[in-house]
């Protein structure tokens, strides 16, 4: 039997998933749920050793002999801090420690009660890795709320444990914060709990993981999704039987010539009733297998519609080997370059048989009609004074220019949604990795210095920046340099009077603070700040003016910085 402490049987299922077969353990009340454990399980062999001084030790000892990592357990407060100078050692030594110690609640931390240290970083010089789980007793505080708890504490493990098992042999540090009581072992088996596997190919990537291999084999709907990536980086030459067998979803942040309209595909008012009603067709679109490529999605959509492929296998290509869960149910992270990465795996997909290809056949073909359609209703939408009329416009006179002669930049918040609906045969650039209003055009405006270098003699190619009032405003002072005047920057500015984002937040409306406090309304134009740094300003203010403002605003023929300000 085990403890009733759902974060510690997670956490055994896991260190058992993870082949940890070695634990030291010490005595105490706090850590009794853990120790009991470990205990219970017999593919771990417990050692008591009293004095955490010692305890470390002896399990660097184990450690030495058996070139594996090793468990560490502690009770709460001191005994933790007992630990360093064995951690320290170990660290030196390239030997993993597990540490895992026992914690009183986060509510009680600092309040004059037993044993309530700060034990989170505790051990931060010598530990490549410290999360502190969720608390999911039944009196935790944050049990009752309607929250992805056990999947965060499953992560937040699996994160622990992908470090610990590194080829470098890092030490870790696990901190479990328990309520009481403590002592009821009451649960007859672990939890399967979810296990994520880290995989660095050959150098090569010729050796690509047998597990990724086998489950894009035997999935029957596969997909890829691909989040921001840099142009400089990315090319997709080389994958195109990969491309033709997986449906692949991707923004403008990716480096295609073209977008994915699945946020309209999506859409429950749209093409298709929502995924939450009976027999809705949005879940015979949702993929058992997910290749994710790149960084952020804007999408929040997408987000939420992954995540309800609950048995999906997500595998990761990342460049750093972090757990980046977004979709909450990866299985494995292959470390190493994307496009490298993807050749190799469309080489090994043309010498596959699929075992479902006719499932997949159906499966592709029902998403590229969707997203077919899709596109055609937006392209027969028609065009109007609005923020998307203004966006369109401008797309479609870029068509007119070869890619290499311009580069558009979008702020985020409504901008970035626009350029994931219209853009179109070019990259496109946003400051996504944090998702803030600030430093988009101050970005554009660096990227377009970085044209002025005197070792290139091709022409200055032009610098959009498609913006929000709000993002424009925040960031005006980044048309406050001396660069400027000789900057081929062209400002799409799209001035509403607020911040639209917050017009689609539901409920919001409701608040009298809405406006004026949460939207930031306001009647401040750019003319003063053009005016100021030497800036040619256009104004639309009807559809006629915005026509000739964007033929204005994208003349490779002028130079100098331009603003064409839509006044909605």
Same mark, same amino acid.
């Given at each position: 039997?085990?403890?009733?402490?759902?974060?510690?049987?997670? /956490?055994?299922?896991?260190?058992?998933?993870?082949? &940890?077969?070695?634990? &030291?353990?010490?005595?105490?009340?706090?850590?009794?749920?853990?120790?009991?454990?470990?205990?219970?399980?017999?593919?771990?062999?417990?050692?008591?050793?009293?004095?955490?001084?010692?305890?470390?030790?002896?399990?660097?000892?184990?450690?030495?002999?058996?070139?594996?990592?090793?468990?560490?357990?502690?009770? !709460?407060?001191?005994?933790?801090?007992?630990?360093?100078?064995?951690?320290?050692?170990?660290?030196?030594?390239?030997?993993?420690?597990?540490?895992?110690?026992?914690?009183?609640?986060?509510?009680?931390?600092?309040?004059?009660?037993?044993?309530?240290?700060?034990?989170?970083?505790?051990?931060?010089?010598?530990?490549?890795?410290?999360?502190?789980?969720?608390?999911?007793?039944?009196?935790?505080?944050?049990?009752?709320?309607?929250? #992805?708890?056990?999947?965060?504490?499953?992560?937040?493990?699996?994160?622990?444990?992908?470090?610990?098992?590194?080829?470098?042999? $890092?030490?870790?540090?696990?901190? &479990?914060?328990?309520? =009481?009581? /403590?002592?009821?072992?009451?649960?007859?088996?672990?939890?399967?709990?979810?296990?994520?596997?880290?995989?660095?190919?050959?150098?090569?990537?010729?050796?690509?993981?047998?597990?990724?291999?086998?489950?894009?084999?035997?999935?029957?709907?596969?997909?890829?999704?691909?989040?921001?990536?840099? $142009?400089?980086?990315?090319?997709?030459?080389?994958?195109?039987?990969?491309? !033709?067998?997986?449906?692949?979803?991707?923004?403008?942040?990716? #480096?295609?010539?073209?977008?994915?309209?699945?946020?309209?595909?999506?859409?429950?008012?749209?093409?298709?009733?929502?995924?939450?009603?009976?027999?809705? #067709?949005?879940?015979?679109?949702?993929?058992?297998?997910?290749?994710?490529?790149?960084?952020?999605?804007?999408?929040?959509?997408?987000?939420?519609?992954?995540?309800?492929?609950?048995?999906?296998?997500?595998?990761?290509?990342?460049?750093?080997?972090?757990?980046?869960?977004?979709?909450?149910?990866?299985?494995?992270?292959?470390?190493?370059?994307?496009?490298?990465?993807?050749?190799?795996?469309?080489?090994?997909?043309?010498?596959?048989?699929?075992?479902?290809?006719?499932?997949?056949?159906?499966?592709?073909?029902?998403?590229?009609?969707?997203?077919?359609?899709?596109?055609?209703?937006?392209?027969?939408?028609?065009?109007?004074?609005?923020?998307?009329?203004? &966006?369109?416009?401008? =797309?479609?006179?870029?068509?007119?220019?070869?890619?290499?002669?311009?580069?558009?930049?979008?702020?985020?918040?409504?901008?970035?949604?626009?350029?994931?609906?219209?853009?179109?045969?070019? #990259?496109?650039?946003?400051?996504?990795?944090?998702?803030?209003?600030?430093?988009?055009?101050?970005?554009?405006?660096?990227?377009?210095?970085?044209?002025?270098?005197?070792?290139?003699?091709?022409?200055?190619?032009?610098?959009?920046?498609?913006?929000?009032?709000?993002?424009?405003?925040?960031?005006?002072?980044?048309?406050?340099?001396?660069?400027?005047?000789?900057?081929?920057?062209?400002?799409?500015?799209?001035?509403?009077?607020?911040?639209?984002?917050?017009?689609?937040?539901?409920?919001?409306?409701?608040?009298?603070?809405?406006?004026?406090?949460?939207?930031?309304?306001?009647?401040?134009?750019?003319?003063?700040?053009?005016?100021?740094?030497?800036?040619?300003?256009?104004?639309?203010?009807?559809?006629?003016?915005?026509?000739?403002?964007?033929?204005?605003?994208?003349?490779?023929?002028?130079?100098? $910085?331009?603003?064409?300000?839509?006044?909605?």
């Amino acid at each position: 039997m085990f403890s009733n402490k759902p974060s510690v049987n997670i /956490l055994t299922s896991l260190l058992v998933a993870h082949g &940890v077969k070695h634990a &030291v353990v010490c005595p105490g009340s706090r850590n009794a749920p853990i120790v009991h454990n470990l205990n219970e399980c017999p593919d771990i062999k417990c050692y008591p050793i009293t004095d955490e001084r010692s305890a470390g030790f002896f399990a660097l000892g184990i450690a030495q002999a058996t070139d594996e990592p090793v468990v560490v357990c502690v009770t !709460s407060g001191t005994a933790l801090l007992n630990l360093a100078p064995a951690v320290a050692e170990a660290h030196y030594q390239h030997q993993s420690l597990i540490i895992v110690s026992a914690d009183r609640p986060a509510e009680w931390i600092d309040q004059l009660d037993g044993q309530t240290l700060q034990q989170p970083g505790a051990l931060a010089p010598w530990v490549k890795k410290t999360v502190t789980l969720p608390d999911l007793s039944p009196l935790s505080p944050l049990s009752s709320l309607l929250s #992805p708890l056990p999947w965060h504490c499953n992560r937040l493990v699996n994160e622990a444990l992908i470090e610990a098992t590194d080829d470098t042999h $890092p030490c870790v540090h696990i901190n &479990v914060p328990l309520n =009481e009581p /403590l002592f009821d072992f009451t649960i007859e088996t672990l939890p399967e709990e979810r296990v994520i596997r880290r995989y660095a190919p050959a150098t090569d990537y010729s050796c690509l993981p047998q597990q990724l291999l086998d489950d894009l084999q035997n999935a029957k709907r596969p997909l890829i999704v691909f989040g921001q990536l840099s $142009p400089h980086r990315f090319h997709y030459e080389g994958i195109d039987h990969l491309f !033709s067998h997986i449906i692949v979803l991707h923004e403008a942040l990716a #480096p295609f010539t073209s977008v994915s309209p699945f946020d309209d595909v999506l859409t429950p008012s749209s093409l298709l009733p929502p995924l939450s009603s009976l027999h809705s #067709p949005l879940s015979s679109l949702l993929p058992d297998f997910i290749l994710y490529v790149g960084d952020a999605i804007v999408s929040k959509r997408l987000k939420h519609f992954l995540r309800e492929a609950k048995d999906a296998h997500t595998w990761r290509i990342s460049l750093t080997g972090e757990v980046e869960d977004t979709f909450q149910n990866l299985r494995g992270l292959v470390v190493g370059d994307a496009e490298a990465i993807l050749q190799a795996l469309s080489t090994k997909l043309s010498n596959m048989k699929p075992a479902h290809a006719v499932a997949k056949t159906k499966y592709r073909r029902r998403w590229l009609q969707l997203l077919s359609d899709a596109r055609q209703q937006l392209d027969n939408t028609p065009l109007t004074f609005s923020e998307e009329g203004a &966006v369109r416009l401008l =797309e479609e006179q870029l068509l007119h220019l070869p890619p290499s002669t311009f580069h558009l930049h979008y702020a985020n918040s409504t901008a970035i949604r626009l350029a994931n609906r219209y853009a179109k045969g070019h #990259p496109v650039w946003c400051n996504r990795g944090t998702n803030g209003i600030e430093g988009s055009l101050s970005t554009a405006a660096g990227f377009a210095a970085a044209a002025l270098s005197p070792h290139t003699s091709h022409p200055l190619p032009l610098i959009f920046c498609v913006i929000g009032d709000l993002s424009f405003f925040y960031d005006q002072n980044a048309l406050w340099n001396t660069l400027l005047p000789r900057l081929n920057l062209r400002i799409l500015l799209l001035n509403n009077g607020h911040g639209a984002i917050f017009d689609h937040l539901q409920g919001l409306g409701q608040s009298a603070a809405h406006p004026a406090l949460v939207a930031g309304a306001h009647h401040t134009t750019a003319k003063g700040i053009c005016q100021q740094c030497g800036v040619s300003r256009q104004v639309a203010t009807d559809m006629e003016q915005l026509q000739k403002g964007i033929l204005w605003l994208a003349n490779a023929k002028t130079r100098g $910085p331009r603003l064409l300000e839509v006044m909605l």
